[in-house]
């Protein structure tokens, strides 16, 4: 049976195929940077977008990357902490044939991480303990607890792999490890909204040990984010399931499963779910902690 996920296969487009596209790296609102050329302190007019849409037809073999201690494995980089881009995670699409995988998956000691799987399946071990995820699976991985990834099957394993340098805060133990399947979760349904708006939670909101959290949002055909919802949270989408119509900043944006936003701190977003079917989102936010002094 085919997976509800979408997942990318990679392939280039052929020539004869147009090249407008929805792909977008908006511009935002102007503020002031300073830089240096030739030792010399400049006063620049810089601009940092709001928002990206990259659609799943970007998605092809030459934009692939590999990583070190990965075999049979490559991945399409889709959010990276840049200025002007992703400030807070990374998220990697894997894809990793039958027998391969990495005994030294994670190697920055500071970075949690969650592994959500589209197709096939993997084997997580972790603390001498093997756990198989399958589509639909869900792990969260502590910083520093040296796990490790194989796809002992015999097809192809894709999946998202969401990266974060974990924020420690004294007095709060660093939280453990979780295995889990949104098949066997109950999703929170928002209020007044007659189940078309709800949230698939891996993590209780209550936890606040937890820096980030990564759920799945679901709209029935119709279903609507009603608001132009306006927060301190970056946020990740990549659509699984379904098409909608998205606001993104002023802009109402068409996306469909296989898409990926980002969206920065306070950028307005709402969404319209058209049908005919569900229309699914893998979301990340950052969550549970101070606001830091920096200089911008």
């Given at each position: 049976?085919?997976?509800?996920?979408?997942?990318?296969?990679?392939?280039?487009?052929?020539?004869?195929?147009?090249?407008?596209?929805?792909?977008?790296?908006?511009?935002?609102?102007?503020?002031?940077?300073?830089?240096?050329?030739?030792?010399?302190?400049?006063?620049?007019?810089?601009?940092?977008?709001?928002?990206?849409?990259?659609?799943?037809?970007?998605f092809s073999d030459i934009v692939t990357s590999f990583l070190p201690f990965w075999e049979k494995t490559r991945l399409w980089v889709i959010a990276r902490p840049l200025s002007g881009f992703a400030e807070t995670f990374s998220q990697y699409?894997?894809?990793?044939?039958?027998?391969?995988?990495?005994?030294?998956?994670?190697?920055?000691?500071?970075?949690?991480?969650?592994?959500?799987?589209?197709?096939?399946?993997?084997?997580?071990?972790?603390?001498?303990?093997?756990?198989?995820?399958?589509?639909?699976?869900?792990?969260?991985?502590?910083?520093?607890?040296?796990?490790?990834?194989?796809?002992?099957?015999?097809?192809?394993?894709?999946?998202?792999?969401?990266?974060?340098?974990?924020?420690?805060?004294?007095?709060?133990?660093?939280?453990?490890?979780?295995?889990?399947?949104?098949?066997?979760?109950?999703?929170?349904?928002?209020?007044?909204?007659?189940?078309?708006?709800?949230?698939?939670?891996?993590?209780?909101?209550?936890?606040?040990?937890?820096?980030?959290?990564?759920?799945?949002?679901?709209?029935?055909?119709?279903?609507?984010?009603?608001?132009?919802?306006?927060?301190?949270?970056?946020?990740?989408?990549?659509?699984?399931?379904?098409?909608?119509?998205?606001?993104?900043?002023?802009?109402?944006?068409?996306?469909?499963?296989?898409?990926?936003?980002?969206?920065?701190?306070?950028?307005?977003?709402?969404?319209?779910?058209?049908?005919?079917?569900?229309?699914?989102?893998?979301?990340?936010?950052?969550?549970?902690?101070?606001?830091?002094?920096?200089?911008?």
């Amino acid at each position: 049976m085919a997976s509800k996920y979408y997942a990318p296969r990679g392939g280039l487009p052929p020539q004869d195929q147009i090249l407008t596209d929805r792909a977008m790296f908006t511009e935002g609102m102007r503020h002031t940077c300073f830089g240096s050329i030739a030792a010399v302190s400049n006063l620049l007019t810089c601009q940092k977008p709001a928002y990206a849409v990259i659609p799943k037809g970007v998605f092809s073999d030459i934009v692939t990357s590999f990583l070190p201690f990965w075999e049979k494995t490559r991945l399409w980089v889709i959010a990276r902490p840049l200025s002007g881009f992703a400030e807070t995670f990374s998220q990697y699409i894997m894809e990793v044939q039958a027998g391969g995988g990495s005994d030294r998956a994670e190697l920055d000691d500071a970075a949690e991480g969650v592994v959500f799987v589209v197709e096939g399946e993997v084997s997580i071990t972790l603390d001498g303990k093997t756990h198989t995820l399958t589509e639909g699976g869900y792990a969260f991985l502590p910083p520093k607890s040296g796990w490790t990834l194989r796809n002992n099957g015999a097809t192809t394993a894709r999946f998202h792999w969401i990266r974060k340098a974990y924020e420690a805060v004294n007095g709060l133990d660093k939280p453990e490890p979780l295995f889990l399947n949104e098949k066997e979760i109950a999703p929170t349904v928002m209020p007044n909204t007659n189940g078309a708006w709800a949230t698939t939670r891996f993590v209780d909101p209550t936890d606040l040990r937890h820096d980030m959290h990564v759920t799945i949002v679901t709209f029935e055909p119709g279903g609507v984010i009603p608001f132009a919802e306006t927060h301190v949270m970056e946020h990740g989408l990549y659509v699984l399931e379904g098409k909608a119509v998205y606001r993104l900043n002023q802009d109402w944006v068409e996306v469909e499963a296989g898409d990926f936003m980002w969206l920065r701190a306070f950028c307005p977003q709402a969404c319209y779910a058209g049908g005919p079917g569900k229309f699914r989102y893998l979301l990340y936010k950052d969550v549970n902690r101070h606001m830091k002094f920096s200089r911008l």
